[in-house]
């Protein structure tokens, strides 16, 4: 079970928060093409390594924050981190 | 032999959610005598009133039940002229005492928070997991003062009950 | 009188003052405060005790404490519990155990015939067996034959299982002299200790050692350290606690058997340190040879430990197998007890053999192998082969066997450390930490007291500087020498025939054998032998013969044992009890639940309560004297068809909303215009996700300009405001939008059906309530029987509606006036069954039933609700993508099963002609409608609206049921009762 930093709790534990998925690229405009649409919708990254990755302090504040994680080992970093 | 805790459910309190920018809060909650805490996840007490800093832009007011109505007229939930916002939620939570010996033991067993000295103060006060649901923590004298969502109230009765007693 | 043939005269730390009586396979048998069920065992000489898992053949207890694979037990009675090892039980009054393995007893085990047919019972025979026409038809016979125990029924009344944080700084596991030093040297540091053992008495293998600490006997030294411990309110000293699982961020899950509080029964921990220091020690491993599994063979260690820790020799004649240094402390042990000694058979040169021989005065066999073991039900002898070939029968009864020593690394590979090999210890070792933990002692692979203890200290001391501690200085005890630890491999010993039973794993009976066929066909890896042959699967997970595994596979592949690999080190490091996970999450408490304040008054009526969504129980429905439950269902709904009832509709979610951007936001969200909405309206609404299907619908209404109070269904409550919060926190930061859910700050009565308003007039109330004055759709303020309510006419009924919304403290009185009120007019309270009922015949919808994240408002016939000029909103795009292919969707239709009476089931699908083929939809309601006297349903089917006046086919299982499509609404279309 993981700890999060979360920015205004600082570490909490894992049962505390909802992981809400990866972060998606910014909202398309209304001009995309269909295509564009739906690649947006539909594709998240998902790799072996480092993902960025929108977190919810549920039980807590309430603040929607960013990390990122790795998938393999669960190392947590923050988004400005290397990845390395 | 069970734990050495005493928990009282409380009768109502007066409570009130405040969103907004900091300095904008600051400036409505002088109106009532109150200042803001100047930490996250602590709270300012005086005059058996308890301003918490709940969130980013987040704070719950608690206080005796005796100060409501002069609470409501004070900070007026209703009027959205101030830029901030204030909304009257006194019967949206039930709130616990839990005091005696054994609190933190009581409070080890509902809830992830780590409440040493140094992660939560002695004017701590804060959202966690309680009981596995979301719930307001505060340090009480000998002990914690806890709120969960009105809702919940029954269940957390029903975990107290079993933890202190043994009852499945 | 306790009657303990093995027991010796003195000795051992067992109160001999308490008698304890116990029952093991239905037989008495009595032991002392301070055995466990297995020294108890032996010391009444039940050598038999247990059949193994595959073949059946007798087996006896082998080691003496986690590390046991033969003796599982189940416990019954006030200790109900299953799969321990004998060796882990305290021996309590009345304890009842039985063996796991056996009908109907191990003396006499009718599956033992297995044993005749072992030739059909080789590695991977269940998947070469059992393949035709399938593994499920076989595998419940199977599993009963193989059978571990059954899970407890009986419950204690007055005990529980508890779980619980700790939050510290140092978490030491085991407490032998490494963990007792480091717990030591961190508590002086002033850190907060966790120092946790899974014995129930601290000292670990130095409780059966003869060396000195500081010139005294090593447990006096053991009891200051913890005295000193005990005295620190900083230190938590668990005792028979298991630390069995190592998660992430050095979260350690512990199970406490015996805690002080009387009222719990098992404590499960949940403890997280800012660094894990892993003293676990090391576990000895058994040697292969044939018949290397007849009751009386033992692990050396074992036989030490039930001589000093329990008083109990478990033999007559003991003979000693080793490969190592380490077995030679137990003929001290034996010698100086004046016990008989038939030898000691050390496979390695005399040259080798250093100073642990000196003073035994016993036959010394080196260079010597055991080479098999004899007798039925119990050890009679044992054959020795000498180096040059000859062999000699030596009669004996309890073989003590050491094969080395393996660090205890299981806690650290699941901490995903690696592991390194290492040659002199012929066993794997802690390589590199992957979090903030550190191995220390035996553990980190100093097998030498003195050498373990020095370890320690440094280990330690850098470790608490690292994490700003200031460790006091401090001078280590001095040990009293002992000889070195020194091992020379022997994976099997030599001259073994095929078909000797020669265990690698005892517990799920895996032979030498059965390795060697698993590499011909193929299966090299480890990973890969362990499935196929079981080897260090089950309870034990193969801690005394995995390594024998991986050295066998390396001598067949001519590789090293590191090339070969360790299997993964999984949780639970021992058997546990699924309640010391749940804790108090049991009984009234294995689910949330939430009630309203008129749950009571509910209760009290009789009313049948379940769950209706998000954790929120409500009234199902209210029995009546002389009818069944769709009689009581009936019962409600006409009188809301035909005079008047009321429901809690407390449940449903509500937000306060707010700011300069709330209009926006409210307009972002639904899929419908609000921007026109006047103040003390509200409007139905339906907001999508982003893939363009139905998220929620709901009520929203404006309460001054830039403030809306939104309703949402009970279920969804939580999901949308996970949405709405994403929305504002990621995708809208610069808006000024605040959200409070005051779900629990509203309480509301629902007073519904044509007398309606007559209830409300009668109650008391301040404002006009005619038609005109307050419309359909509008909230008004107004006092109400006396007591400040804000009343919305919103129907999901289809009838007239007032929602009565008061606060909670005064709901339950605003409540039961109503009923008081309402009786004249007829009133009667309303279950969620009702709801369904009436929400059908007017064809409203219900999330998770036509709306089930697959449908969109078109397919729901709902296109008025898809604004034209607004394209912005959540999820628009992708429905208007979605119906540009054109492809058939799903729509909502009606439908009138010609069933004999009985109700559709929901969920049941529709197929072409009823026959076994992909579905065209589904029926998502069906209730007994009490205005059309007959069974109505709602569905989904495919082209649905262009089908009106079909006849399609509904499977229920086996049966085919017709059914003709209509509009999906039974019950005024027109709306005009609502709007009444």
Redesign the interface.
Known sequence: ???LPC????Q??E??F?N?GPTKP??PS?DVT?SE??NW??VPVNPVGYVEE?W?H???????FTIKRHTV??QIKMPDEDSA | MGYQATIKKQAMWAIFDIKGDVRVVAKRIADVGLSLPLS??TAHSKKGQHLCW???N?WLLLAPVEMEDQLLKRLQPQNLAFDCRIVHVSDAYTLFTVTGDHADDILAIAS??NTRQK?FPNDGA????FFG???LVLRWPGGYLTAVERSYGDMITVYFDKITTGMR | MTHNPFRQKTGGRIDRNSCVEFEFNGKRYSGYKGDTLASALLANGVFLNARSFKYHRPRGIMGASVEEPSCLVELLGADAGGNHAATTVQLRQGLKAKSVNCWPSPNFDLMSINQLFTRLLPAGFYYKTFMWPNWHLFEPSIRRAAGLAAAPGDQIPYQHFETR?WHGDVLVVGAGSSGLLAALIASRSGARVMIVDDHPHPGGCLRSSQSKIDGRPVIEWAEAVCAELDANPEVTRLQDATAWGY???N?LMVTERSPAETHVFQRGW?A?AGRVILATGAIERNLVFANNDLPGVMLASAVQIYYHEFGVIPGRQAMIFTNNSSAYSLAHDLQAAGKMIAGIIDSRSFEEIGAEKDGLEIPLYAANQLKAAHGGKHLRAVSIRAADGSIKRVDCDLLAVSGGWNPAVHLFSQA?GTLAYDDALASFVPDKA?QRLACVGAAAGKMNLALAMANTLSTVTTCLSEDNFKPPAFSLPSCTTSPDYHLQPLWHVDGMKPGDKAFVDIQNDVTLDDIGLAMREGFDTVEHVKRYTTAGMGIDQGKIGNINVIGNIAMACNKRPDEIGTTTFRSPFTPVDFGSIAGQRNGATVLPFRHTPITQWNKDQGAVMYEAGARWQRPGYFPIVGGNMQDAINAEAEAVRYAVGVYDGSPLGKFDISGRDAAAFIDLLYTNDFADLEIGMGRYGIMLS??GMILDDGVTFKLAENHYLMSTSTGFADVVF?HM??LL???CESWQVWITPVTSQWCNATICGPKARDVLEALGVSIDIGNDAFPFMAMREAIVAGTPARICRVSFTGEVSFEINVWPRHAEAMWRRIMEIGAPFGIVPVGSETSHVLRVEKGFLSLGHEVDETADPYDLGMDWIMSRTK??AIGR??VD?RR?SGKPRRELVGLIPKTGGELVPEGAPVTPNGDRAASEGFVSACVWSVVNKQIIALGLLTNGRARIGETISIRDRERVIEAVVTKPCFYDPKGKRLRG
């Open positions: 079970m993981l700890t920015p205004f709790c600082g909490r534990d049962t505390e909802l809400t910014a909202r209304s269909d649409w739906i919708l539909t929108k919810w549920v039980k807590g504040c309430g603040k929607y080992t669960h | 996250p996840n709940i969130g980013k987040h992830p928070l992660n804060t959202f966690t997991e649901i979301r719930g | 944080y998660r992430e961020d979260l949940k997280r995903r992957m982003d893939d996970r919060e994403y926190q990621i995708e394209t912005h795009r992708s993508i540009s």
